[in-house]
């Protein structure tokens, strides 16, 4: 996890004003200043040529819409934008390194009205184990009130909500179904829909965007880790799933939400994309993230997926396995304070140097549930909310193959893609 380096907020936010002031966003690319013999580059709307350009960093865009205004924002740790440090006196010595401000941080800076932050899963600062009850509190930089919502409610209450003109949704997705920020961003759509109140979308990469894939959400299964009826995979951005949600009337009773994207730069759904923060605290690296669609089944069995080390979702394993050459055991850690197994050694399948997926692997479960003992329970109560039916469950248990379960998928995919179409803003 990267420490955002406060020390320079001050001078990043000073200087973005002082461009607002003078109107140059237009026509001149960056400020520099010079301290302690180092140069900050505050670069307005590009942080470098060609590079993906997100809706947070392209502030010029969005600040004067929020200007005078009482706002209200859902973040969290990966709400940031990305500046550059110069350093070095000489010419020859002038080295840039790359640092990040919070958007909740920069904002206050420059005289936006912030009057509360809505946290999601995880927590504001993104500390809090997976599925951990989260209470409201007080931001301890900021002096702002956090309302939570993965605690007592999940939708904003029209109460926290009164007074706000504008909330700004800005928090890095995955591109998994049940990764939990979209049905946040659901949620907060649709009380904003029912009181009139718009929202702005800060748009981001998805890391996972390049493929579709995985079991289609039967409805009857709806619940906070699968909302829609989309694959386990949905290969879109969260402002371009945002306008899916409002198209397709996903919201309760149809409402619509007045909703604003700011797009990305330089972006296509095939793009790479390492994300600077990890999103969440058992997703540390890129490895995991492009992992995690097809590992998180195990989240509803009783197989460690790699939860209580610092490989969470790059590995899989349970004491009960036969024996290995690779073991490993979880033990309790950021993120994951009581994870399966834990202080038990496991034997297991170390999925570290896998290749980049395109597809929602299934061969890992398949493997995992014939080491499983028969005398044990696979299965978790959670695995169809995970899945999204109940199709699946029985098709492992019935011997199926990879490719035959694969093959029922294909029609919900194709007819999903159908939708997705009509919605997309990046080729």
């Known amino acids: 996890m990267l420490s955002f380096k406060n020390t320079y907020f001050f001078l990043v936010s000073k200087l973005l004003m002082f461009v607002f002031i003078l109107g140059l966003t237009s026509c001149k690319e960056s400020q520099e ?20 350009i997100t809706g947070a960093n392209q502030i010029e865009k969005y600040l004067p819409i929020l200007q005078g205004k009482n706002i209200a924002i859902v973040a969290n740790h990966t709400s940031v934008i990305e500046r550059q440090k110069v350093k070095g006196k000489r010419q020859k010595a002038k080295k840039e390194e790359k640092f990040y401000t919070h958007l909740v941080d920069s904002l206050v800076s420059l005289n936006i009205n912030i009057t509360k932050v809505f946290a999601p899963e995880h927590g504001f600062r993104g500390k809090a184990d997976a599925g951990e009850h989260i209470s409201d509190n007080v ?5 702002l009130p956090i309302v939570s919502l993965h605690g007592k409610y999940r939708k904003p209450t029209p109460e926290v909500l009164k007074g706000v003109d504008i909330v700004l949704f800005d928090i890095q997705d995955v591109g998994a179904r049940i990764y939990t920020y979209i049905s946040t961003m659901t949620y907060v ?53 945002a306008k ?31 994300l600077p923060i990890r999103p969440s605290p058992n997703l540390p690296n890129s490895k995991s993230i492009n992992l995690y669609p097809s590992l998180g089944f195990f989240e509803g069995t009783i197989i460690n997926a790699g939860r ?67 005398d044990k329970e696979f299965f978790g109560k959670t695995f169809t909310v995970h899945a999204g039916n109940l199709k699946l469950q029985k098709q492992i248990e019935a011997g199926m193959t990879a ?7 294909q029609n919900d995919i194709e007819k999903f893609k159908r939708i997705r179409s009509k919605y997309l803003i990046y080729k």
């Open 244 to 274: 899916m949600v409002n198209g397709e009337k996903w919201l309760k009773d149809g409402v619509k939400c007045d909703i604003t994207v700011m797009q990305l730069k330089n972006y296509t759904h095939d793009s790479e994309y390492n």
């Open 189 to 241: 759509m649709e009380a904003c829909a029912e009181l009139g109140i718009p929202v702005i979308i800060l748009d981001r990469p998805n890391p996972n965007g390049h493929y579709i894939d995985g079991p289609t959400l039967e409805m009857k299964h709806k619940s906070f880790v699968g909302m829609h009826p989309i694959p386990l995979v949905y290969g879109m951005t969260i402002g371009e799933y």
């Open 33 to 52: 200043k010079t301290q302690n013999g180092e140069k900050l580059t505050i670069n307005i709307s590009e942080v470098q040529n060609k590079a993906i």
């Open 308 to 374: 209580g080390t610092e490989f969470q979702f790059q590995r899989y394993g349970a004491p009960f396995f036969p024996k290995s050459k690779f073991s490993y055991t979880p033990q309790s850690n950021f993120g994951s304070k009581t994870p399966k197994f834990k202080d038990e050694l496991c034997y297991g399948v170390d999925l570290s140097k896998t290749e980049k997926l395109s597809i929602v692997n299934l061969e890992w479960i398949i493997d995992a549930f014939n080491k499983t003992p028969k």
């Open 139 to 143: 931001d301890q930089l900021t002096g």
């Open 403 to 409: 490719s035959e379960i694969r093959a029922t998928w």
